[in-house]
């Protein structure tokens, strides 16, 4: 007998099998001046989670787009999976995100990943993506993704906001080079924050289930259809392929203009990820 598809796999398996339009207005919505999928997310969700009071022991993950979400829900639903004594606990949704599905559904875990590779892996993923509208080419995107004229509004803004809140004890800031550095000092750093018991045998089965060969070699049973919408290369230094000097430029004085100075600017490590 065929291996029932967990719910969220059938889920987005049918939302990409359904959608036809490559229309703007049919795929997206605005809501707070910010553009967001029809497919995915609803005013009517929006306003439940507005209306959310967060219990004390709640944990967010936090990400933009393309920096990694994905990759931060597999370790962390692993570690919960491999911790004897919470084996009772019902399973975690594969896809717990809080503006997605319908409105029935607080430390914070802030995951970053430089600009350059998540501008380079967000225009792939539109143009490769059913629910999302066609870019065109680099060249067309990269203004948009500077200006913030793509879904979850502008990168810079969401770097900007978070860089006010890196110093409380409740978030905990890590990057994707770092967890691509080291998966398993990431893996370790996430099990301190969230107090979990994990064993040193226990951090690294984590860390080796979730590298990116891992994750994609099983992806079409965990992402269905959605799977080679997500997984691409997974590496640091994409940007390269695509960029262009000018381009690259721009991006430098931008985030110079946003970041200089600051904590979170450092821990990004931009100089060393983000030039030529
Ligand atoms: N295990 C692992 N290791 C390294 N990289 C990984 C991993 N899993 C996913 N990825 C890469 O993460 C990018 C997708 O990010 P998100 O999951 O945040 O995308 S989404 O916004 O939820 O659609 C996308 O990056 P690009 O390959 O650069 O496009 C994925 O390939």
Request: net charge negative; glycine share 4%.
């Amino acid at each position: 007998m065929a291996k029932k598809k967990p719910r969220f796999v059938e889920n987005i398996d049918n939302i990409l099998a359904t959608t036809q339009t490559k229309e703007n207005e049919e795929l997206l919505f605005t809501f707070r001046g910010v553009l967001y999928p029809k497919r995915l997310c609803s005013l009517e969700t929006f306003e439940a989670v507005a209306a959310m009071e967060a219990r004390k022991d709640d944990r967010l993950i936090v990400a933009y787009p393309k920096c990694g979400t994905n990759w931060m829900l597999k370790i962390v639903n692993d570690m919960i999976a491999v911790i004897p004594s919470y084996k009772d606990l019902p399973p975690l949704e594969n896809c717990p995100i809080l503006e997605f599905g319908p409105p029935t559904k607080l430390q914070m875990l802030v995951l970053f990943r430089n600009p350059k590779d998540a501008a380079v892996s967000y225009y792939h993923f539109y143009n490769k993506n059913p629910i999302l509208p066609d870019v065109g080419s680099w060249d067309d995107f990269f203004p948009k993704f500077m200006n913030g004229e793509v879904c979850w509004k502008s990168y810079f803004d969401y770097i900007l906001a978070w860089d006010k809140h890196v110093d409380e004890e409740n978030v905990m800031i890590i990057t994707y080079e770092e967890l691509k550095e080291n998966l398993h000092e990431g893996v370790k750093r996430i099990a301190e924050f969230y107090e979990l018991p994990l064993s040193d045998e226990m951090i690294k089965s984590v860390a080796e289930n979730s590298t990116f060969q891992a994750m994609s070699s099983k992806s079409e049973e965990t992402h269905g259809r959605f799977a080679p919408v997500l997984f691409r290369k997974g590496a640091v230094g994409d940007w390269k392929t695509l960029f262009t000097e000018a381009q690259s430029r721009e991006m430098d004085a931008k985030f110079e203009e946003c970041l200089a100075g600051t904590k979170l600017g450092a821990k990004l490590k931009y100089d060393q990820y983000c030039k030529f």
